[in-house]
């Protein structure tokens, strides 16, 4: 079964609710309206008895009530609905003055109430509502007077206003219901935007936006965050594509040149040596293509979430103290001192630091001069806890720096892949920081020095 549409469904919601709201309003109205029928009757009966309590209450007594009939009717003129019923104060006597039905009068006489307004039934099945009152003559009798008012017309608004609301209420839900269903179908018309913005987007093709003007302001924070989402995803795309060329071109040398030297070794019969050099030659070229493979798959691995990471505290120039003993023998080749300064504390993976360490010292001796000073400082400031890695090496101009972290990228790139470095080293140092929540940076200028910090965030208190 194919799913309704948005716009169906909120138009169903807004008639069910609708619905329910029509309800319950003519129900209030028909409660308002059948209070304000009996407040009205009562005050009619209340007005009309007090009339009636005045004539009586002139009369000279019982005896004379007989001839006073015609006063009593003329009370009672033009209200067709108004009956009055005078009885002896002892129950089952004949009704000294009946303007209303016969059939009533015995349930009147057999009335013993309180003096209150009371409703009833006739038996033919009228509505009646009765003011009793007990009235004293001048000559000390007393009357039973009983003031009905017939509440059929009442009953008549009340049934002509039910049959009305009746007759209303299917259309104007209807109306309701196809009015929502419009209005939501034009307030939902945005989202069709959303719709083909995403049917033209692919793996090769992440550039379309979806236009933010004149949406409303729910969809427009939703627009925005789906491209901010889609320019996240182009980058990445475009970075993993790069990246995948930067591989390509960088093991095809390598297995080129492996290729190469064993089908000339194998192309004539050779002395021993020949072979020997030429795997001599294969071992170095496997040896590099083996560093890429390593540093490609750490990358990886810093790639997952820092949730993962190993959370401890790390003294930075003991870390770079250890690294620096390792590299003692390639440092003492160029005569090259590395010299540690400062301290400071921050929290996190002490295998990862070092690493971090480690690319930046290995890339300071190889663009180290000899005889030079490798200077190590680390610092705190309350803000961030820096390590910063200095050479007085040949200096770095301004339109290489922002890249320097970029994988495979190389200011000198036949120098680099002659030293034997993968392009890999500063690109793993920016997403080991970036994994602790700190960056890397490079500062220099083509005379020199050049300086590498890594900067951390201060440890929890």
């Keep these: 079964m194919k799913p309704a549409s948005l716009s169906l469904r909120i138009g169903l919601w807004v008639g ?7 309800v319950l309003l003519l129900t209030l109205a028909y409660v308002a309206l059948d209070h304000q029928l009996d407040q009205r009757a009562h005050r009619e009966l209340e007005d009309k008895l007090g009339q009636l309590r005045h004539a009586l209450e002139a009369d000279p007594g019982l005896a004379a009530l007989p001839l006073r009939g015609h006063t009593l009717q003329d009370q009672l003129m033009g209200h067709d609905n108004l009956s009055a019923v005078l009885l002896a104060e002892q129950p089952g006597k004949s009704a000294l003055f009946n303007s209303g039905s016969p059939a009533d009068l015995p349930a009147l006489d057999a009335f013993a109430g309180t003096g209150r ?11 009646l509502l009765t003011e009793p ?14 003031l009905t008012l017939d509440r059929r017309e009442d009953d008549a608004l009340l049934s002509a206003f039910l049959r009305s609301a009746w007759l209303a209420v299917p259309p104007l839900l209807l109306l309701i219901a196809l009015g929502a269903r419009l209005v939501a179908k034009r307030g939902l018309q945005p989202l069709r935007k959303f719709g083909q913005v995403a049917s033209l987007i692919t793996t090769q093709d992440l550039s379309h936006r979806i236009p933010v003007q004149d949406l409303p302001r729910e969809l427009g924070k939703a627009a925005r965050a789906l491209n901010l989402m889609l320019h996240r995803l182009d980058g990445g795309v475009q970075q993993l594509t790069q990246f995948s060329d930067d591989i390509a071109h960088e093991l095809r040398s390598p297995i ?25 030659a294969s071992t170095e070229e496997l040896e590099r293509v083996g560093r890429i493979v390593s540093d490609m798959l750490f990358l990886a691995q810093v790639s997952h979430p820092r949730a993962l990471l190993p959370q401890e505290p790390v003294r930075l120039e003991e870390e770079a103290a250890k690294v620096a003993e390792l590299f003692d023998f390639s440092a003492e080749e160029k005569s090259l001192r590395i010299v540690i300064e400062g301290h400071g504390l921050v929290v996190g993976d002490r295998l990862m630091i ?9 890339n300071a001796i190889r663009h180290t001069p000899k005889g030079e000073r490798i200077s190590v400082q680390v610092r705190g400031d309350g803000e961030a806890v820096t390590l910063q890695v200095q050479n007085p090496g040949a200096g770095i ?25 993968t392009g890999l080293g500063l690109a793993i140092v920016r997403s080991i920081m970036e994994l602790h929540l700190g960056t890397a940076c490079a500062q ?12 951390f965030p201060p440890p929890p208190d």
């Design 16 to 22: 069910v609710l609708g619905s329910v709201l029509t």
């Design 117 to 127: 307004a009371f409703g009833w039934s006739a038996p033919d099945g009228r509505r």
């Design 133 to 146: 009152s007990l009235i004293r003559l001048r000559d000390g009798n007393t009357l039973r007077v009983f």
């Design 256 to 280: 080129g040149n492996l290729l190469g030297k064993a089908q000339v070794t194998l192309s004539r019969p050779r002395q021993k040596e020949e072979y020997e050099t030429v795997l001599a």
């Design 354 to 362: 070092q690493r971090a360490i480690s690319n930046l010292l290995s």
């Design 397 to 421: 101009s301004a339109e290489h720096l922002p890249h320097l972290f970029e994988r495979f990228y190389r200011v000198d790139k036949g120098r680099s892949r002659a030293q034997g470095g």
């Design 444 to 455: 220099s200028s083509e005379e020199g020095p050049t300086r590498f910090l890594l900067k």
